[in-house]
Every structure is written in C-alpha cells, then in structure tokens.
Nanobody
Framework: QVQLVESGGGLVQPGGSLRLSCAAS????????MIWHRQAPGKQRELVAT???????NYADSVKGRFTISRDNAKNTVYLQMNSLKPEDAALYYC???????????WGQGTQVTVSS
C-alpha cells in the first residue's frame, strides 16, 4: 500500500520559515519524481516545486529564490524548505510521487500552511 504522509505545516508570520516533509512508503522512492503542489481556497491547484529521481529541481516563478526542494532517498522523504513566507503562500500543500519510470501517480493528504500576523 502506497502512503505519502506530509508534515511540518502550521501557522507562521510573514517573513518566517517552515520546512515541510513528505515520508513515502510502498514505492521504490528513488525512482520517483517528487512534486509539491498547493491549493488555496477558491484557487486552482498550483505546482510549487519538483525534484526528479536524478535530483534536478524546478520551481514555480512565485517561489523561486525562497523555496528549496530536496530529497533523502535513504529516508524515503522529500522536503520543502520555505523561507520569506508571504500571506499568498498560505495553502494546503500536497506531496505527489510521479512514476515516469515505475509508473503510478500518488498523492498525500496535504498539510496546511497559514501565513498571518
């Protein structure tokens, strides 16, 4: 059974930082591209950051220079370090494992990020 479990969300003031984690099980993690998405109320889901199985990264323009995605294949975990948070970063953040090589597309339940003073 595949599971993706996000953690690390919470309430932070503008300018603050959070580190999200997504622990995967039931997949051969190192072969999957890992993606963070987010969705704010009333808005479409947005792709935030991607890290391929080879370690290449890509970011939405809205988070470039502020967010960093990384992975630890030994721990089957992907991270999203979020710095200089803005109110518009508030959303439900989802972890997604996409199997370009292995097949399959799996999603976590999400972790809420609130940015407010």
């Amino acid at each position: 059974q595949v599971q993706l479990v996000e953690s690390g969300g919470g309430l932070v003031q503008p300018g603050g930082s959070l580190r999200l984690s997504c622990a995967a099980s039931g997949i051969r993690f190192r072969f999957y591209d890992m993606i963070w998405h987010r969705q704010a109320p009333g808005k479409q889901r947005e792709l935030v950051a991607t890290i391929t199985n080879a370690g290449s990264t890509n970011y939405a323009d809205s988070v470039k220079g502020r967010f960093t995605i990384s992975r630890d294949n030994a721990k089957n975990t992907v991270y999203l370090q979020m710095n200089s948070l803005k109110p518009e970063d508030a959303a439900l953040y989802y972890c997604n494992a996409n199997g370009r090589i292995m097949g399959g597309d799996y999603w976590g339940q999400g972790t809420q990020v609130t940015v407010s003073s």
